[in-house]
């Protein structure tokens, strides 16, 4: 299948900054990339829709100013969660489309705001 | 938008038994309904897959049912193993346009 890198795996901030997250493809072009976030023992939350070259879409209550997302290439997506506080602490995963409705997932971030 | 809820939580049967868990979707436009296994602080991985089109897929021990009428689908393990410990998530999508996820199904196989 696909293979799917997520940088950082780990990331722990002071409240307020900002830490930006990087999605990459490394054997395919993914037109369709997908945020998602994850709290401990709780299911993932579709955060928003990345589409290459244009903005993404973000699910209902998900702030895009908050969590912002560029999909500047194929092969790379990022995200963004600017002023960072302890509530955004979680464990964010993407993933990519390939081969139509076939969805494959980096190995997550996790991210722990002090 | 679609609202996918998945039974039971959480699940533990005797090596070798079956197990099975169940999910309802909302919204019938919802055509494509993937099932991913999560092992801790790992990738889900796609386990089995079903589109709207197929009533039933079996994948070895694996067989996903889709019940379209009733907006349910169903996942079934047969001969489980200790490996199969994990959990689980169903999902509901439209074409590969959004992916909904279910909250998740904590399953342990008892040696």
């Known amino acids: ?114 | 938008g679609e609202n996918v809820e998945q039974h039971p939580s959480t699940l533990s049967v005797q090596e070798g038994d079956s197990a099975v868990i169940k999910c309802t979707y909302s919204d019938s436009a919802s055509n494509y309904f993937p099932w991913y296994k999560q092992e801790l602080g790992k990738r889900p991985q796609l386990i089995i897959d079903i589109r709207s089109n197929v009533g039933e897929k079996k994948d070895q021990r694996i067989a996903v049912t889709l019940n379209k009428t009733a907006k349910h689908f169903s996942l079934h393990i047969t001969e489980t193993q200790p490996e199969d410990s994990a959990v689980y998530f169903c999902a509901a999508s439209i074409t590969g346009n959004q992916f909904y996820f279910g909250t998740g199904t904590s399953l342990t196989v008892i040696p």
């Open chain 1, 1 to 114: 299948g696909a293979v799917v890198s997520q940088h950082p795996s780990w990331v722990i901030c002071k409240s307020g900054t900002s830490v930006k997250i990087e999605c990459r493809s490394l054997d395919f072009q993914a037109t369709t990339m997908f945020w998602y976030r994850q709290f401990p023992k709780q299911s993932l939350m579709l955060m928003a829709t990345s589409n290459e070259g244009s903005k993404a879409t973000y699910e209902q209550g998900v702030e895009k100013d908050k969590f912002l997302i560029n999909h500047a290439s194929l092969t790379l997506s990022t995200l963004t969660v600017t002023s960072a506080h302890p509530e955004d602490s979680s464990f964010y995963i993407c993933s990519q489309l390939a081969g139509g409705e076939t969805q494959y997932f980096g190995p997550g971030t996790r991210l722990l705001v002090l």
